[in-house]
């Protein structure tokens, strides 16, 4: 086992310094993501974020007349002195928001089809990336649970790569006891084959608070088509046991309903928390999912259910 | 030990073993194979799948079947086989008696025979037996008991006997020895062939070896093959091919030597079937046959295999009687003389001297002659004439020749009527010609022959012309009369020759025609296979061994125990009489192995009870190790296979697969592609050279000077195109050692000082590009550097590379260009062939000297074209171009027409290579349109 261990998290690296490559450039293809201007009206601010009006922040936004009332403080007197009227100097209303990204490195995710040159978590590496560059270029901070605290800098991808490779901890699938500040946003990148249960609990722990957040299932084609034949033994990678199928093409079908009724159950648990859930295949471009995650993310939270991407 | 096979085991009962692989089997279908092992992410969901109803996918059979293979090999090497196993002896302490046949038939495998007796007696001498070793040849020698060790030098010394042995004759020694040592194991080392007697001595031995262990050693070796009853027939000499048992030796080729042992012929046999004896032909000339005294089985080395003929198997006595009496006045004009010298390279030639023609009759017919001449006897008498007639019913021939005194007789021993009288052609009062002689019947051994057109003849008896006559005939005259007719009687053949002998009546006896007849009747007579002339009172004379036949078949002096034989003896040859030539050198005898009646039949052990093997051919091995490793290389088979069918295979590609890819389709690049590329590559230089005129230049390796080459040649190009209707395509440099020069009109050939003198295939490739009517341009580009007046002998480093060169071609004469040589004349009129430089000389080929009365002919031309130019003014340097049109080098000289000049002897050359001597057939063009008239 140490040496599988070791084996995963060789390819783990290798799939880290590939995707901060891959995010850059996918990054860069993408406009800045502002999100919805509504949900965070009153969030406590951990970090600044223009919004086109006047409020409170740093930067100036406007100099306007003193209305009678207000604290004589707020007269900018620099400004006054110019002229007769008094002004009252008006900075732009900054607020920040913090965004939680979860790319699963579990054992799971290194399975790829032999055909393609992506496995799964390098395509979740290359999202998180991407994602994390595009929103702190938007003014938001971004971090991962457990691992980078949330934070704007422009560097941040560097961070993520940099702790994830010296991350010492057991790679889980879901981001265990971890429950996000109110009103932050979670996008949880994994391919979810773990039992409903522990979805459902993730789901629960993660909404606690009234975080809004996105389900993204990243999946090879092999775990949707079943592509097998003959006497086949299937080991689950991350030790949860083996199961022998004879005869696996007679497994197809019965395999293709237990994905679909997987997918229903996930999706009508996101659809109560009103989360979106998004499908996505590895052999499809990356830049589709990161698009979809724009839109939903982008988009009024009303409008956030799921759709395939 | 398995019949018919060399294979024993050692521990034969493991074998059993085998009984349990249909369990094995059973055992093995229902175990499925391992299954591929996938790490699929999603497998939990899989746990939620009810499994299906399955049944377990069964090993493939292939795989059972290999399994199986693997398991019996196993099974088998551990029961201990071994190939060619010794012959079973038991183990005892007990005196061994091997009996050997060393007859003939023992000869031609005599190694392996002794090999195996070796064998049985060293496994005797380890188990420290005595042994009694008997060859049946020797009866009479009493048998002793020797330690093995002694009798194991003994057999060495042994060698096979060149006669056939009668075992029979060993029997009481046999059952004296066996009385003696009660006790004693038999081993019979046979040769399986039966020549007689064979049934008593099994039935004998049977009886004295009641109770003891036999083993009977016989087969597994190529049979002995054997000649018997050379015949002398009539188209070819025949022999009887004999095998000593029903398969093996299928074909052979039987040879024929003559005394001094130079071959004279082969003739190829093959047994069909299970047949033991087939026939050998031989068709030789008659003279040749005569003179074979060996036939032998090339191959075989046994006395048996050889048959010696004599004098008797060699020519056909013919006893010629002739009826005149005066003939002795004049022998050489005398009938019997061209009868004797027409017989004599094929046939053994018997006068009768001096003695009344009914009386020879009856001497001939007394030796048995199978054919006689009558030449022009006119009646046979009395009692002669009875068994004349008797003696051709029996198979006799009997020719007859026509003369005054058959024409006068009165005779019926003719094939057709005769009518009275001769006729006589061209004679003074005829009124026809001498009739030549215009055909062979085609059905008559004349038939096929040659019509000789130099036979005339003059005199003839005629026949009555009835119903028989054209069938009777054998050869007839331009008008139809008969000249040789001939008729069957009984067994044998009568035939008339309507001329004489001699010639008085037709110039017959002189035409090699006559000799070529004689040849064909003598072939039709009978073999005469004894010889009677042995008069009685001879028979009992003796004649010594002149040389004698060794078991093996060789001759060798003769041996002591050899002793004379009757003149007349016609027996078996025997240990008294070995097989060989008795006799003075003029008249030897020859006594073979086996008579003519003779068959090898074969030898029937089945009234003894005892062990039969078969001679071993090769020492015994043990197979166990090959068997093991054949079962290790199936195990590893089976490894593979179930790698394989676990998917590793595939496991193994996905890892390494572009570079197995990569590996796969260089190994495959490197077998196929060099053949089509190397062939696309010669057709396209054929197809480039060939689909314009190009004119090549050697590429030298000295790349300023290939520069030049090109260059000065593409400049030429220009100027012909500019000047001539020769559009030449781009000139192509040439490698004479790879590329074919065959399609160029003319090679330029710049010689670099101190260059590598090409090998001598490459010489061999110019050289006969030269003979087949290319030429050479040699250019030694040095000419500035001769001195001057220096003449035609320089010294120059170009010059000396050049001969290099040329030392090993065959170069023809050649001179300076004549000044009325056709070059300068091929399209302007030049006086000298000047390059970069103007001193040198440009040498052709030497035409053939001018006669006087060509005197006035302005050009000369030889025939075909110079094959070799050789000029040192540097052609190419003058003619290279610059692509902007500029010349590249300067010129020596300072004349500027200069460069026009080397331009235009370029272009006479090219012309000149390309029409040959048409020019100088020009200077006839005046005369010709003169003779036309206009």
Known sequence: MMAADKRILR??????????????????????LLLDARRVAATVIHGVHGRRRAGPGESFWQYRRFVSGEPAGKVDWRRSARDDNLYVREQEWEAAHTIWIWPDRSRS????????????????????????????????????????????????????????????????????????????????????????????????????????????????????????????????????????????????????????????????????????????????????????????????????????? | MIPFLPLGFSAPLVLLGLLSLPALWWLLRLIPPRPRTIFFPPTRLLFDIAPKEETPSRTPWWLTLLRLTLAALVIFAAAGPLWNPPVATSTGRTPLLILLDDGFPAASTWETRLRTADDVMARAEADGRGIALMPLSEPVRDISMQPASAARVRAQQLKPKPHAVE???????????????????????????????????????????????????????????????????????????????????????????????????????????????????????????????????????????????????????????????????????????????????????????????????????????????????????????????????????????AGPRLAASDDDLVPVKLRRGGRTLGGSLSWDQPQALTTFAADSPFGGMAVPNDVTVSRQVLAEPDATLTERTWATLADGTPLVTAQRRGKGTLVLFHVTADTRWSDLPLSGAFVE?????????????????????????????????????????????????????????????????????????????????????????????ATREGYRVSEPQDLRGPILMAAMLLLLLDALIVFWLAGGIRRLMRRQRPAVAALALLALGAALMPCPQAFAQ????????????????????????????????????????????LESGEPVGLDPSRDELAFFPLIYWP??????????????????????????????????????????????????????????????ELEPLPRDHVLTKTFYLLKDFPGRFNSGQLWVEALPANDNEDEARP????????????????????????????????????????????????????????????????????????????
Not at chain 2, 230 to 250: C, F, P, Q, S
Not at chain 2, 539 to 566: K, M, Y
């Open chain 2, 682 to 725: 010669a057709d396209d230089f054929a197809q480039k050279a060939t689909l314009q005129t190009r004119l090549g230049y050697i590429i030298t390796g000295d790349a300023e000077v290939d520069n030049i080459s090109r260059a000065g040649l593409t400049g030429l190009n220009l100027f012909l195109a500019q000047r001539t209707a």
């Open chain 2, 167 to 401: 075992r029979a004759e060993a029997l009481p020694t046999i059952t004296r020895f066996l009385r003696a040592s009660p006790d004693a194991e038999i081993v019979w080392l046979s040769d399986g062939v039966d020549l007689g007697k064979s049934k008593d001595f099994v039935a004998g031995l049977a009886e004295a070896a009641q109770g003891r262990r036999v083993a009977i050693v016989d087969g597994g070796l190529t049979p002995p093959r054997a000649l018997a009853g050379a015949e002398n027939k009539a188209g070819a000499l025949t022999v009887k091919v004999l095998r000593g048992a029903d398969a093996g030796g299928i074909s052979g080729i039987v040879r024929a030597l003559d005394l001094k042992g130079l071959p004279l012929g082969d003739a190829p046999f093959t047994f069909s079937g299970s047949n033991r004896e087939t026939d050998a032909e031989l068709t030789l000339p008659v003279e040749i046959r005569n003179d074979v005294a060996r036939l032998e089985i090339a191959g075989e080395r046994s006395a048996g295999a050889v048959a010696l003929l004599d004098k008797r198997w060699r020519r056909r006595s013919v006893g010629v009687i002739t009826g005149a009496t005066a003939d002795t006045a004049q022998p050489l004009l005398a009938s019997t003389y061209y009868l004797g010298r027409a017989l004599g390279p094929f046939a053994d030639v018997r006068m009768a001297d001096r003695t009344s023609p009914s009386v020879a009759v009856g001497q001939f017919i007394d030796q048995r002659v199978p054919m006689m001449i009558l030449a022009d006897v006119g009646n046979v008498a009395g009692d002669a004439r009875e068994r004349l007639a008797r003696w051709i019913d029996e198979g006799g021939v009997l020719v007859r020749f």
């Open chain 1, 11 to 32: 390819e783990e690296r290798a799939a880290v310094a590939h995707a901060s490559g891959a995010a850059l450039s996918l990054a860069a293809t993408l406009p800045r």
């Open chain 1, 109 to 309: 995710m290194v399975f790829s089809s032999p055909n393609l040159p992506h496995s799964k978590l390098d395509r979740a590496l290359v999202i998180s990336f991407a994602l994390a560059q595009v929103l702190v270029e938007g003014g938001e901070r971004v971090g991962v649970p457990g691992l980078v605290r949330p934070s704007g800098s422009r560097n941040v991808m560097d961070k993520m790569a940099q702790s994830m490779a010296h991350d010492p901890a057991e790679r889980t699938s879901l981001p265990t006891s971890f429950a996000p500040a109110p009103h932050s946003e979670v996008v949880v990148l994994s391919d979810l084959w773990s039992p409903l249960s522990e979805v459902k609990q993730l789901l629960t722990q993660l909404s606690s608070n009234g975080t809004h957040g996105h389900i993204v299932q990243i999946v090879d084609p092999a775990e949707e088509t079943f592509p097998y034949s003959g006497r086949v033994e299937f080991v689950e990678p991350e030790g949860a046991g083996t199961i022998t199928a004879g005869r696996a093409e007679n497994w197809k079908a019965d395999y293709e309903a237990r994905i679909a009724r997987h997918r229903a159950e996930i999706r009508a648990e996101t659809d109560k928390l009103g989360w979106s859930f998004i499908i996505h295949r590895t052999d499809r471009p990356a830049s589709e999912l990161l698009l979809a995650l724009h839109a939903h993310m982008g988009a009024p939270r009303d409008t956030g259910s799921g759709r395939a991407a």
């Open chain 2, 859 to 934: 050009a000369r031309g030889g025939d075909g074209v110079s094959s070799i130019l050789i000029t040192s003014n540097d052609l190419a340097g003058a003619w290279a171009m610059r692509p902007d049109g500029q010349p590249m080098l300067p010129l020596v000289a300072a004349e500027p027409r200069q460069r026009e000049f080397a331009f235009r002897a370029g272009v006479n050359i090219v012309i000149y290579t390309l029409t040959g001597n048409y020019k100088a057939d020009q200077v006839h063009v005046p005369a010709l349109l003169e003779r036309l008239g206009q």
């Open chain 2, 517 to 609: 007849m004689l040849k064909r009747v003598v072939s039709i007579a009978g073999t005469s296979s004894v010889e009677s002339d042995v008069k009685a009172g001879e028979a009992r004379e003796t004649v010594a061994p002149a040389r004698v036949l060794d078991g093996f078949g060789a001759f060798v002096p003769p041996t002591a125990t050899a002793r004379p034989v009757p003149a007349g003896f016609s027996e078996r040859a025997n240990a008294d009489h070995p097989p060989g030539f008795y006799g003075p050198p003029e008249g030897l005898l020859a006594v073979n192995t086996l008579l003519p009646a003779d068959r090898l039949t074969a030898l029937d052990t089945s009234a003894l009870t």
């Open chain 2, 751 to 812: 010689i670099v000082p101190g260059a590598a003198v090409p090998s001598q295939q490459t010489l061999q490739k110019i050289d006969t590009y030269m003979k087949q009517g290319g030429t050479v341009l040699f250019d030694t580009r040095d000419a500035v550097e001769t001195l001057p007046g220096g003449g035609t002998n320089t010294r120059s480093s170009g010059m000396v590379a050049l001969r290099n060169i040329l030392a090993s071609l065959d170069i023809p």
